[in-house]
């Protein structure tokens, strides 16, 4: 069955340092997003991206970040220089149509930032 | 962010019980309505979906209600079984945007 992967499963990183986290979303899929979550609380939404454009990004996703599709395969989400409160669960999902809504995730990057 | 909650973070049920995971919602512009489930160090797994032009949506043992007048949707898992023992989350879209709004979700134990 095919599934999103997401590299690495673990990503440790000082204080502003920029790092970068990879996907590969299911093959026939169109819509790409990134998701976060800080440990004990909701998993929010960061990015939407269709068509090698941001179609919506929340207030999370300020200048630090950045979403790149840089091949037919890959879908990357960079933070250029991290802080603290980036610490969180980084998980990708895919979906073949917008409107369905149904997404499927990655396993997700745990990102520490000390 | 409270436009989705589910106000129980845990539930116990027997095997062989019914689950019964709930989920409220303040947004009416909300169309689209899903539950995900999530074991520890994976990412959700999509579970079951329902339409806002619809009341109820049945997959095997899964089924999920909504009632729209008190924006509140529930997920049914019958048999439960020790294999649903996992973090329970509901989501809800709108329009065409793709962005999913997610619950603090419920953890769900089965006992054997």
């Known amino acids: 069955e095919p599934e999103v992967t997401q590299t690495p499963s673990h990503q440790v990183t000082q204080m502003g340092q920029e790092v970068i986290l990879r996907c590969v979303p299911i093959s026939n899929h169109l819509y790409f997003y990134w998701y976060r979550q800080i440990l004990g609380q909701k998993v929010e939404f960061l990015v939407s991206?269709?068509?090698?454009?941001?179609?919506?990004k929340s207030e999370i996703f300020d200048d630090q970040f950045s979403v790149e599709r840089p091949d037919g395969s890959n879908f990357t989400l960079k933070i250029r220089s991290t802080k603290l409160e980036d610490s969180a669960m980084y998980f990708c999902?895919?979906?073949?149509?917008?409107?369905?809504?149904?997404?499927?995730f990655g396993p997700g990057t745990r990102l520490t930032v000390t | 962010d409270q436009q989705v909650k589910q106000n129980s973070p845990s539930l116990s049920v027997q095997e062989g019980r019914i689950s019964i995971l709930n989920c409220d919602y303040t947004n009416s512009m909300f169309d689209y309505f899903l539950w995900y489930k999530k074991y520890p160090a994976e990412g959700p797994t999509f579970l079951i979906s329902i339409s806002s032009i619809k009341d109820k949506n049945e997959d095997g043992r899964f089924t999920v209600f909504l009632n729209k007048s008190a924006k509140h949707l529930s997920l049914h898992i019958v048999p439960s079984q020790p294999g649903d023992s996992a973090v329970y989350f509901c989501a809800a879209g709108s329009g065409n945007t793709g962005k999913l709004i997610f619950g603090q979700g419920t953890t769900l134990q089965v006992k054997p």
């Open positions: 991206f269709y068509n090698n454009e941001i179609s919506e």
């Open positions: 999902a895919s979906s073949e149509v917008r409107s369905s809504y149904e997404q499927y």
